[in-house]
């Protein structure tokens, strides 16, 4: 038998969501739930067939896309949010649903390279063991037990492609001042980062970082720098204001 989902928010996640799982898989059917629904009756069927809901619309739209579809949620079926933030006591009251997932995937799911994490509730042996099955089809991801670390996930891996694409943005510019081309800093930027994602995975980074930087060298010039500057300092800023936003986020 199909596994049905319906997916709320149709937008860069939940349109990423829907390709992870149809992608090759023949078993799933997937639902979906777009801004101002035109065919509430089909939309109402689809959702009470579903094993699964997804939300994945912005945190402040949460209230508003609970309230259209929730006189359809069926009694079996399974909340999966996604939404950075919204607490899993939030999910409850806004739904009305005691078989709760949150998780905190990422846009790496796009690409088959995603990680997530999640936290049940409510849900017995049977149904964890499907979720998580379920679950494996989107992204890698571990389950956790303390709800407050999917927050500091959501600071890491959730919002981390965009640390990457910022730093590789600075990069880029970087090369333009230095007097190459779009293209030709885009296309050394691509590369440096794309072998550097494959060679993570010879080592730790402080001894590949060495293998770099040779002593008196060029790259520990820039190194110099960036400790000058207290780069470590920044990024580790940077994170704890995401991790703060989210849990502002679960309270607002
Ligand atoms: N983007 C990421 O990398 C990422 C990673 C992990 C988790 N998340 C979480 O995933 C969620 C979605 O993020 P996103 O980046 O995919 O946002 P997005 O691209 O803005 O997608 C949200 C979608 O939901 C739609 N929507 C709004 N209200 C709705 C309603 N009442 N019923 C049905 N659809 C409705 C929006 O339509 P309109 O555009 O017309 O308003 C939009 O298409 C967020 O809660 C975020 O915290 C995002």
Redesign the pocket.
Known sequence: MKTKVTI?????????IAKALSGNDRTVKVFS?????KNMNITGKNIRKSNFLI?????Q??K??????KKYFDKKTILI??????SIKKLIYLSGRKKIIRM????GLSVGQGI?VWKGMGLSKSEARKAKNFINKITDNFEVQDEDVINKA?AVS??G??YFFLLADCLIKACGRLGFTKNESRRLVEKTFSASALLARTGDYSTLVKKVASKGGTTEAALKVFRKRNFDKIVSEAVRAAYKRAKE?GHA
């Not at 905190?104 to 846009?107: I, Q």
């Open positions: 709320i928010g149709f937008g860069t996640m939940g349109r990423a739930v777009e801004k101002n629904i939300l994945a619309v912005k945190p739209d949460a508003e896309a609970i309230k259209q579809v949010s996604i939404m950075a933030g919204v905190m995937p990422n846009l997530a959501t959730g919002s492609p965009a986020l």
